[in-house]
């Protein structure tokens, strides 16, 4: 194994940033005004940017909280039947924007109009 796969923490997914690093700052920076912040603890662990310490404990409450989600997330997720009111009312919003296609504001610029040309 290399040594930089050897200084990895638990739960660390992608190599440390540097500390100048604005994602670094950022999650750092909300990791200490908001220790409960999932966000912040979930890109800390990932990036190994916390102590060997602090890194086991959040990568358990991490892997917890994953779990929890995952069950409670287990019923099915498609998306409910559309009905046909939906599918006669997507047929208006295609017309309206063939309306829309087919204005012309006058906008196109012909072959001897240019820049500067109009002031001489």
């Given at each position: 194994m290399?040594?930089?796969a050897t200084k990895q923490k638990i739960g660390?997914?992608?190599?440390?940033?540097?500390?100048?690093?604005?994602?670094?700052v950022f999650y750092e920076t909300l990791y200490n005004q908001r220790p409960d912040s999932e966000m912040a603890q979930e890109w800390c662990v990932a990036y190994g940017v916390l102590s060997d310490e602090d890194a086991a404990k959040l990568h358990k409450k991490i892997l917890k909280r994953k779990a929890a989600a995952?069950?409670?997330?287990?019923?099915?997720?498609s998306p409910a039947p559309k009905s046909e009111k939906k599918k006669s009312s997507s047929k208006k919003k295609a017309k309206k924007v063939m309306d829309?296609?087919?204005f012309?504001?006058?906008?196109?610029?012909?072959g001897d109009e240019g820049i500067g040309i109009?002031?001489?």
């Open positions: 290399s040594d930089e660390q997914k992608h190599p440390t940033p540097t500390p100048g690093n604005g994602d670094r995952k069950s409670v997330g287990s019923g099915s997720s829309d296609v087919e012309d504001a006058g906008m196109g610029a012909g109009g002031a001489l």
